[in-house]
């Protein structure tokens, strides 16, 4: 799972991947309330202390884990809000779900599975999105731009959702839809 391998700033020696690796996988499968640090070290392979020295606590291996999603979330929406191009901010925006790679979805399965389990609020985390669109849609002489945005973002989470459950039947033919609906 290379997506775990840079969660923190600092270079993380192979054992503290690997506990960091083992609790994203065991989070995303059985649930964060569900894992204990003793099933997390057993599944790395490394003592239960290592994790504590480590990242003190369960709720520290999370909070690691968090951060990583952060950080690829403004990866990902950094090039929608730098872009000037009101109708490439649309663009970019309805291609973002779909262009997540398969090799991802674990990762990103945690982050949406955590909103329900610990009862984060993500609506923050969305708000650069949300903005571009917004001024996007200001741009481009909508009538209700703000609604619009809020309505593209809500729409687009739960879209990413779906792909990430593999409950979206034909991704390409939304992906289309929405393009056509928005004059792309």
Same mark, same amino acid.
């Given at each position: 799972? /290379?997506f775990c391998?840079?969660?923190?700033?600092? %270079?993380m020696?192979?054992?503290? #991947?690997?506990i960091?690796?083992s609790a994203?996988?065991?989070?995303?499968? #059985?649930?964060y309330n @569900?894992?204990?640090?003793?099933?997390v070290?057993?599944?790395a392979?490394?003592?239960? +202390? *290592?994790?504590f020295?480590?990242?003190?606590?369960k709720?520290?291996?999370?909070? @690691? =884990?968090?951060?990583e999603?952060?950080k690829?979330l403004?990866s990902?929406f950094? &090039? =929608?809000v730098?872009?000037s191009d009101? =109708? #490439?901010?649309?663009?970019?925006?309805? =291609?973002?779900?779909f262009s997540v790679p398969?090799s991802? /979805?674990?990762f990103?399965?945690?982050? /949406?599975k955590?909103?329900w389990e610990? #009862?984060?609020?993500y609506?923050?985390?969305t708000e650069? *999105?949300t903005m571009?669109l @917004?001024?996007?849609f200001v741009?481009l002489? /909508?009538?209700?731009p703000?609604?619009?945005?809020?309505?593209?973002?809500?729409?687009? &989470?739960?879209? +990413?959702a779906?792909l990430i459950?593999?409950s979206?039947?034909?991704s &390409?033919?939304m992906k289309?839809?929405?393009?056509? %609906?928005y004059?792309?």
């Open positions: 799972m /290379y391998k840079r969660l923190l700033t600092y %270079k020696t192979e054992k503290q #991947e690997k960091l690796n994203l996988e065991l989070f995303a499968r #059985e649930g @569900a894992t204990s640090t003793s099933k070290a057993a599944h392979g490394v003592s239960e +202390g *290592l994790i020295r480590h990242f003190r606590n709720r520290g291996l999370l909070m @690691a =884990i968090l951060a999603g952060d690829k403004k990902l950094e &090039d =929608i730098l872009e009101p =109708i #490439e901010v649309i663009r970019k925006s309805i =291609i973002l779900p398969e991802e /979805y674990e990103w399965r945690l982050q /949406y955590l909103k610990i #009862e984060m609020d609506s923050h985390k650069p *999105l571009a @917004a001024l996007a741009k002489n /909508y009538e209700s703000q609604q619009e945005a809020e309505f593209l973002t809500l729409s687009l &989470d739960a879209m +990413g779906s459950k593999g979206m039947n034909n &390409d033919k289309s839809f929405l393009l056509k %609906k004059g792309l």
